[in-house]
């Protein structure tokens, strides 16, 4: 069937005001040595873990459109929510004292069991670096009311908050996506090479459901696949649609092209709950540490990526996926943050060592 697109959406996209603060665009590697290793597709991966601010990520791209919003309404104060080594609230802090902003983060205490480490280094430190005012609170399944109450408080104050949502996924984050999707399509055409398949780790939904938007505007017809790194797949869905539809209305895309692609979600790889690592995104890391020399984190992109090694070793992947992306979304701050797996790794190390 021919994919037709929506060009007058696309040029919407291009036409929304950003804060210019990526380095874009970022760069598409061959992983050949993991490739050789697999034996399936060659893998690729988008490096959003290389947008520049404040160590990069994902969020750099959404931030850009947010900010921008943020400006024109004149906001002096950005508010947001995350866990407490939330990578979004880390790049909300440093854009916001790039900007001039104050910046109040709500971090959540969502992950049980943590370590002193986990309270004060990572993203935590460097959301304190970036002078942002921090209120912990206790974990909530729904997030607005704490937004609301601190946008409340601040108004109050006399200052003019600007609320970013969880994850920055809203319409405005989720269209960051759609445009770092036409990039990343750029990027395959000028390689000459087909793009077939992409894997991304998913939690609060905007990257996903602009990567979907993105491939609808463009007519890609291929496979996308997101790895909950947080809910079960019905949950994630529902995260998924909300920001999608945002984005479509706010770039006027015809109804009839959203929901192909299909929103896919993989949920197998959570383990015990968001922000406890599992053996597999642990080995994860280790394996792209030793083929590739790169880091993937212990909350997102090592679920993510242990989700893509079990897909290619149950050959899900249909034999004319020549090309498999997966994006890299950043996040190996939180490395720093999880010292049990440092102490896991030297235990095994030695080990083999002796
Ligand atoms: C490093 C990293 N990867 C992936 C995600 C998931 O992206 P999204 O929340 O847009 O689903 C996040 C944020 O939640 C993140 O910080």
């Not at 931030?63 to 990578?87: C, H, P, R, W, Y």
Request: with cysteine.
């Amino acid at each position: 069937m021919p994919c037709k697109g929506d060009p007058n959406a696309i040029d919407a996209l291009r036409k929304l005001k950003r804060v210019s603060m990526a380095h874009l665009p970022t760069p598409v590697e061959p992983l050949d040595r993991l490739s050789a290793a697999l034996g399936g597709p060659r893998i690729w991966m988008k490096r959003d873990d290389c947008t520049g601010l404040a160590t990069g990520g994902n969020k750099t791209r959404k931030i850009e459109f947010l900010m921008a919003d943020a400006v024109a309404k004149g906001a002096d104060t950005v508010v947001t929510v995350g866990a407490i080594q939330s990578n979004h609230a880390r790049q909300v802090a440093a854009a916001s004292a790039r900007l001039g902003l104050r910046c109040v983060l709500g971090l959540l205490d969502a992950v049980p069991d943590r370590s002193q480490v986990y309270r004060l280094l990572g993203n935590v430190f460097l959301d304190k670096l970036f002078d942002a005012e921090i209120r912990i609170s206790p974990d909530l399944e729904d997030t607005e009311p704490l937004l609301d109450s601190i946008a409340d408080e601040l108004s109050r104050q006399g200052r003019q908050p600007y609320v970013i949502p969880l994850g920055g996924s809203n319409g405005l984050g989720a269209a960051a996506y759609a445009e770092a999707f036409l990039e990343l399509l750029a990027q395959f055409e000028a390689l000459q090479e087909p793009l077939n398949a992409i894997v991304v780790p998913i939690v609060s939904g905007g990257t996903l459901a602009g990567l979907l938007l993105g491939a609808s505007l463009s007519g890609w017809r291929g496979t996308m696949i997101g790895i909950s790194a947080s809910d079960k797949a019905e949950r994630a869905i529902q995260r998924v649609r909300v920001p999608q539809l945002a984005a479509a209305e706010i770039l006027g895309a015809s109804d009839e092209i959203i929901g192909q692609p299909p929103i896919v979600i993989d949920d197998r790889f959570v383990g015990k709950g968001y922000g406890i690592p599992t053996p597999e995104c642990v080995q994860a890391i280790e394996l792209l540490a030793r083929k590739e020399g790169l880091l993937l984190d212990p909350v997102y992109t090592g679920k993510a990526m242990a989700g893509l090694l079990t897909l290619i070793r149950e050959n899900y992947f249909q034999a004319d996926v020549n090309n498999l992306l997966f994006w890299h979304t950043g996040g190996s701050v939180a490395l720093h943050a999880y010292p049990e797996i440092a102490v896991d790794f030297e235990k095994r190390t030695s080990r083999r060592e002796t």
